[in-house]
């Protein structure tokens, strides 16, 4: 865009010198020149009405397409509310009223289960609430970017405990793998969402028995984290498409666990708000690995 406007003040520059130049021609001048002259000056007007065209065309293609990111993003919202909102709410309503039931007539058979499928569902409704509220927040510009140094090794240990309920439940073993000091200059709300997010991903498509690793490397770019599993692993056109929002796809987890795609989303968009970037390595039936990207001190 830059090099378009430049190329628009040039043309108008040299408008300008060849209308002021007309006092230069003598008054004997023949009128073959005049009309050259005039022209000149009508094609360079046509340039500039052309480059102006073009300015307008480029901007009205950056609204459509934004215009068509914010219908996906309505579609999205819709589906997430009507559906991956309502079914855990039914499952919480059902549950407790057996549960009631039971303790009412003094049956204790299936009360156990019962709370535990009320208090899964609980947690899945709370991990989708924070992820709405976050992306509506940051959609509307009022998530705000506060970074400042902070105790990486320490967030992710706090993340992986407050995931050890998930992975305990399919028998999933969290490891980590951190240098000894890990300092980094990053909004702290945002870093817990990423990490958050990404070994919740990770819980939901590994099976039982399997394995996620969390660790963080230097490099020339600052830190570098990962989280690994050996899970179901990703199709190549699922990759393709998982950080984007308008094919982004609800995918069940291993143990039929409901997704909605959203919290990849926010870790995209909090990882580039750091300036950063975010990508993923996955061979289908393999596992998969997700990378990004923080300024370290």
Same mark, same amino acid.
């Given at each position: 865009?830059?090099?378009?406007?430049?190329?628009?003040?040039?043309?108008?520059?040299? $408008?300008?010198?060849?209308?002021?130049?007309?006092?230069?021609?003598?008054?004997?001048?023949?009128?073959?020149?005049? $009309?050259?002259?005039?022209?000149?000056?009508?094609?360079?007007?046509?340039? #500039?009405? =052309?480059?102006?065209?073009?300015?307008?065309?480029?901007?009205?293609?950056?609204?459509?397409?934004?215009?068509?990111? #914010?219908?996906?993003?309505?579609?999205?919202?819709?589906?997430?509310?009507?559906? !991956?909102?309502?079914?855990?709410?039914?499952?919480?309503?059902?549950?407790?009223?057996?549960?009631?039931?039971?303790?009412?007539?003094?049956?204790?058979?299936?009360?156990?289960?019962?709370?535990?499928?009320?208090?899964?569902?609980?947690?899945?409704?709370?991990?989708?609430?924070?992820?709405?509220?976050?992306?509506?927040?940051?959609?509307?510009?009022?998530?705000?970017?506060?970074?400042?140094?902070?105790?990486?090794?320490?967030?992710?240990?706090?993340?992986?405990?407050?995931?050890?309920?998930?992975?305990?439940?399919?028998?999933?073993?969290?490891?980590? !793998?951190?240098?000894?000091?890990?300092?980094?200059?990053? !909004?702290?709300?945002?870093?817990?969402?990423?990490?958050?997010?990404?070994?919740? =991903?990770?819980?939901?498509?590994?099976?039982?028995?399997?394995?996620?690793?969390?660790?963080?490397?230097?490099?020339? =770019?600052?830190?570098?984290?990962?989280?690994? !599993?050996?899970?179901?692993?990703?199709?190549?056109?699922?990759?393709? =498409?998982?950080?984007?929002?308008?094919?982004?796809?609800?995918?069940?987890?291993?143990?039929?666990?409901?997704?909605?795609?959203?919290?990849?989303? $926010?870790?995209?968009?909090?990882?580039?708000?750091?300036?950063?970037?975010?990508?993923?390595?996955?061979?289908?039936?393999?596992?998969?690995?997700?990378?990004?990207?923080?300024?370290?001190?």
């Amino acid at each position: 865009m830059s090099v378009k406007v430049n190329t628009m003040q040039h043309k108008a520059e040299e $408008l300008y010198k060849i209308r002021n130049s007309e006092k230069a021609f003598p008054r004997t001048e023949s009128g073959i020149m005049k $009309l050259l002259h005039e022209l000149e000056v009508h094609r360079i007007e046509l340039e #500039l009405q =052309n480059e102006e065209l073009q300015q307008a065309r480029i901007k009205a293609e950056e609204s459509e397409a934004r215009l068509r990111e #914010l219908n996906a993003a309505k579609d999205k919202l819709f589906s997430i509310i009507s559906h !991956d909102l309502r079914s855990p709410f039914t499952s919480i309503i059902g549950f407790s009223n057996l549960l009631a039931e039971r303790v009412s007539i003094d049956d204790h058979d299936g009360i156990v289960e019962y709370a535990r499928i009320i208090r899964d569902s609980s947690w899945r409704v709370m991990e989708l609430l924070m992820n709405l509220l976050e992306w509506s927040n940051s959609q509307t510009g009022k998530m705000d970017y506060y970074p400042e140094y902070i105790d990486l090794a320490s967030m992710i240990t706090e993340a992986s405990a407050l995931s050890t309920g998930g992975a305990q439940q399919k028998s999933i073993s969290i490891m980590t !793998d951190l240098p000894d000091n890990i300092t980094a200059f990053a !909004d702290k709300a945002m870093i817990s969402t990423i990490l958050r997010n990404l070994i919740s =991903n990770a819980i939901k498509f590994t099976y039982l028995h399997g394995k996620i690793v969390i660790s963080v490397k230097e490099n020339h =770019n600052g830190l570098l984290v990962s989280v690994s !599993d050996n899970g179901v692993g990703l199709s190549k056109k699922r990759i393709e =498409n998982i950080f984007r929002f308008e094919k982004s796809k609800p995918t069940l987890g291993t143990q039929k666990e409901h997704g909605t795609g959203l919290g990849l989303l $926010l870790c995209k968009e909090f990882v580039s708000k750091h300036g950063g970037r975010i990508w993923v390595e996955s061979e289908f039936g393999k596992g998969s690995t997700f990378f990004f990207t923080i300024p370290a001190i």
